[in-house]
């Protein structure tokens, strides 16, 4: 069973930063997309960023320019740094895995196969 665990939520003030941790219980990250989704109170779970195994990105437009999607495949880490942050970008923050060999990123939520508990992250203005 793939477990991802994600870290460093917390509370910041608007203009400030954060840098989002995933663990991956895999034996590799090659062959999977990995994303990070957000969602807000009341609203639907969004897509935020993603990575392909061939270092391909996509990012939501709310968030490019600002946030950053990486990995360390070493250790199995992929991190989500979050610059400028918006009272907007409040919400409980996903690490999710998507075993994909085509290197498409998708952000349809449905299509990833494993989820992280999430970890919150309140942007204060």
């Known amino acids: 069973q793939v477990q991802l665990t994600e870290s460093g939520g917390g509370v910041v003030q608007a203009g400030g930063s954060l840098r989002l941790s995933c663990a991956a219980s895999?034996?590799?990250?090659?062959?999977?997309?990995m994303g990070w989704f957000r969602q807000a109170p009341g609203k639907e779970r969004e897509f935020v960023a993603g990575?392909?195994?061939?270092?391909?990105?996509r990012y939501a437009d709310s968030v490019k320019g600002r946030f950053t999607i990486s990995r360390d495949n070493a250790k199995l880490m992929v991190y989500l740094q979050m610059n400028s942050l918006k009272p907007e970008d409040t919400a409980v923050y996903y690490c999710?895995?998507?075993?994909?060999?085509?290197?498409?990123?998708?952000?349809?939520?449905?299509?990833?196969?494993?989820w992280g508990q999430g970890t919150q992250v309140t942007v204060s203005s």
């Open positions: 999710a895995a998507d075993y994909r060999t085509s290197g498409i990123i998708t952000t349809e939520k449905n299509l990833y196969d494993y």
């Open positions: 990575l392909s195994w061939s270092d391909a990105t």
């Open positions: 895999l034996r590799t990250l090659s062959g999977y997309i």
